[in-house]
Structures are given as structure tokens and as C-alpha cells.
């Protein structure tokens, strides 16, 4: 018996070195250059932009996932398309939720060319044309089913519990709109210092969201969006009786000169 109990002590050992191992050895793969070239590669061929990330680092209990300094480029130009400093994910997945999803110092990109497509607009291609129907030949037959009596539904199983989400916090985004002209001008807003934050989502709990933008150099909103569960309107998303209440702050016009719409000589 103590041949057999020192044993398995043994093997337990093993699988605990073997384990710990591994764990250190992956956590070491993520940041090889090999690794970053497979991954950033796949990205490239699937958004036709470069990426690029810093380091990739990860733990199991609780699981949570850290990737830092990762930029997306735009297509065929040297500028960031997207970037952030730090992305920070932990997920519980004994109680099915997401304990908290942190985006430090995201910054997003966004062009509108003359002919009114954006620096994002081949990344959702419009869906394909629905194809005509077929003509139907001048042999085809129409053959009527018999009448059946309808089987009796099985009971359907009770839906699945989903995830909830603890927090989403986001710090100090920087959006930044430019529209082009034919000629090639450029106009541009700012969106900087965008603090974000949603609480305890789930679609079977009330809604609610809050955070800040500076606008241009001395303009200031805070924002906060609630409303009652998302599941109660799931298939009347328009109905979706929602409130916004905002807070603006204007400390010089052109700041917010952007929003106004501009008269036509």
C-alpha cells in the first residue's frame, strides 16, 4: 500500500512539473518571433493591414489574457489604422462571466473618402446578390404531399444562461474623423480623453452605460445611456425604449463647429 501511495504521489508530481511546464513554456511561445509572424500574418491576410503587438501574456486561475501594444495599420499606408496600449481580459468561466474587459489608450482612425467610402469599407463587403431564381421546365411536375397529422413537439430544452459581463472600462480613447475632398483637402475632428464604462451587462438586466470625451482643445460631454433588459426587446431591437442623458460643456465654438451644419453659398 505505501509502494502504491508513493506512486501515485509520483505520478501526481510528474503531472504537476509537466503542467507547470508547459504552462511557462506557452507563455514563452506567445512572444517568440515565430509565433508574433503566424499571428500577425494571419491578421494581414485577413484584413489586407499590417499588425503588430509587443507581448502577449496570459494565467490560468482565473483565466485572463493581457496584450500590449498592438497596432493594426491602414491599408497600404504607413499610419495606424488602430491601436492601444493595453488590452486586459478576465473570464471566470465557473460562473460564466467576464469579470472585467479593460482597453487602455485605444485609438481608432477614420477616413471618409470623396466618393463617401470609409478606410474600413472592404473590411464588411456588401453581401452577395440574392441569385435569380431558376425557370422552372416544361416537364417539371407539381406532386401534393399526403395530409399528415403533425408529430407532437419534443419539449424545447431551456436556453442556455449567458455570459454576463462584470465591467467594460475603456481609458483615455483618442478618435480621430477626417473627410476628404476631391482635391485631396483634409478635415478633421478630434474625439480625445474618451473615459467609457459599462457595469454588470447581461441581456437579462437593466442597461446602463456612462463615460466622458474631451471635444476638440477646451469642450467637454458626459454621457450615460439606461434602459430596461435588452432580452425583453430582442426581436423589436426599435423598440428598445433607451435614455441618454448628456452634459455638454463648451469652452470655444470650433470645437464644436464639426456637429453644425454648414451653409451652402
Do not use: C
Request: no cysteine.
Amino acid at each position: 500500500m505505501k509502494s502504491f501511495l508513493k506512486f501515485l504521489g509520483w505520478l501526481i508530481g510528474l503531472a504537476v512539473l509537466l503542467l507547470a511546464a508547459g504552462h511557462f513554456t506557452l507563455r514563452h511561445a506567445l512572444n517568440t518571433p515565430r509565433f508574433k509572424a503566424a499571428a500577425t500574418g494571419f491578421i494581414e491576410r485577413s484584413t489586407g493591414r499590417i499588425a503588430a503587438y509587443e507581448d502577449i501574456d496570459y494565467s490560468l486561475f482565473p483565466f485572463s489574457l493581457v496584450v500590449k501594444n498592438a497596432s493594426l495599420k491602414e491599408k497600404n499606408a504607413p499610419q495606424d489604422f488602430a491601436s492601444m496600449k493595453e488590452l486586459s481580459l478576465v473570464v471566470d468561466f465557473k460562473t460564466k462571466e467576464v469579470t472585467s474587459v479593460l482597453l487602455d489608450q485605444p485609438s481608432l482612425r477614420i477616413v471618409q473618402h470623396p466618393d463617401g467610402t470609409f478606410n474600413f469599407s472592404d473590411l464588411f463587403p456588401p453581401s452577395a446578390a440574392t441569385g435569380t431564381p431558376k425557370p422552372e421546365t416544361a416537364t417539371s411536375t407539381t406532386a401534393t404531399a399526403p395530409a399528415t397529422t403533425p408529430a407532437s413537439k419534443a419539449p424545447s430544452a431551456p436556453p442556455a444562461e449567458p455570459f454576463a459581463i462584470r465591467l467594460v472600462q475603456i481609458q483615455k480613447a483618442h478618435v480621430e474623423f477626417i473627410s476628404q475632398d476631391a482635391e485631396n483637402n483634409e478635415e478633421s475632428f478630434v474625439l480625445s480623453n474618451i473615459d467609457f464604462q459599462l457595469k454588470d451587462f447581461a441581456p437579462d438586466r437593466p442597461f446602463r452605460m456612462e463615460g466622458s470625451a474631451t471635444l476638440g482643445q477646451n469642450s467637454s460631454v458626459q454621457f450615460s445611456i439606461s434602459g430596461p433588459p435588452l432580452a425583453e426587446y430582442a426581436h423589436r431591437i426599435g423598440a428598445w425604449p433607451i435614455t441618454l442623458g448628456s452634459r455638454l460643456d463648451i469652452g470655444h465654438f470650433s470645437d464644436i463647429q464639426a456637429f453644425l451644419p454648414q451653409k451652402t453659398l
